[in-house]
């Protein structure tokens, strides 16, 4: 079945260091990709996506880029803040079986951001 | 303003005691679903829904129930609850589910004492 693999955290950063969470998936077919974010206490929110191979999704600062050839999805930003500081699913939304068109999530990186 | 909307936010209650946790959604969505977030394994899903009366198993659907008998809502039922049901559920709704993004809740936090 489908699964995602996202980098281990915790990641602490300072304010304005570049930001890399990896990630990357297994599906049959081709199958959309998600990045959300989880700020304390609420719920997830789409930080960006992308439906096609090459395609670069870009929110907030935030990139990445559905590469094919390696199955990943990496999440990169230039400079981050500590309104950042959030915990970062990559998910993926394909064929699961029958009409379920079901988002598979990775385990989740918490990002803290330190002044 | 576009959202799904679940309740209660947070309930502790006992072993046994049926609960039901509603979810609304306010966008006119076909595809409805539940998660629950655990510690360690991310969000899996529990149940959903593709439309009007057509629900299916998720990933672990065992000990919950759901029904879809209208568009904008869609109820995870906990018939008898334990204590290994005690986590964080998400619903989310989005337009047909193929391949788009999914717009959740804020969450529910349940505790099965």
């Known amino acids: 079945g489908d699964s995602v693999t996202q980098m281990e955290g915790p990641v602490t950063l300072s304010e304005e260091a570049f930001l890399t969470i990896n990630c990357t998936y297994t599906?049959?077919?081709?199958?959309?990709l998600f990045w959300y974010v989880q700020y304390p206490g609420e719920g997830l929110q789409l930080l960006l996506k992308?439906?096609?191979?090459?395609d670069k999704g870009s929110n907030k600062g935030f990139e990445a880029t559905y590469r094919k050839e390696t199955t990943s999805f990496h999440l990169e930003k230039g400079s981050v803040q500590v309104s950042d500081s959030a915990v970062y699913f990559c998910?993926?939304?394909?064929?699961?079986?029958?009409?379920?068109?079901?988002?598979?999530f990775g385990k989740g990186t918490l990002l803290t951001v330190n002044p | 303003e576009a959202q799904v909307t679940q309740n209660p936010r947070y309930l502790i209650t006992v072993t046994g005691k049926k609960l039901t946790v509603t979810c609304s959604q306010n966008?006119?969505?076909?595809?409805m679903s539940w998660y629950r977030q655990d510690p360690g394994l991310g969000l899996r899903q529990i149940y959903y829904?593709?439309?009007?009366?057509?629900?299916d198993k998720g990933d672990v659907p065992e000990g919950y129930k759901v029904s879809r008998k209208e568009k904008r809502n869609f109820p995870l039922i906990l018939e008898s609850p334990s204590p290994n049901q005690t986590s964080l559920y998400f619903c989310?709704?989005?337009?047909?589910?193929?391949?788009?993004?999914?717009?959740f809740g804020d969450g529910t936090r349940l505790s099965i004492l």
């Open positions: 989310a709704s989005s337009l047909s589910g193929r391949f788009q993004p999914q717009h």
């Open positions: 599906a049959t077919g081709y199958p959309s």
């Open positions: 992308a439906t096609k191979a090459d």
């Open positions: 998910a993926l939304s394909g064929w699961s079986g029958g009409s379920n068109y079901k988002l598979t």
């Open positions: 966008m006119n969505h076909e595809y």
């Open positions: 829904s593709m439309n009007v009366e057509v629900t």
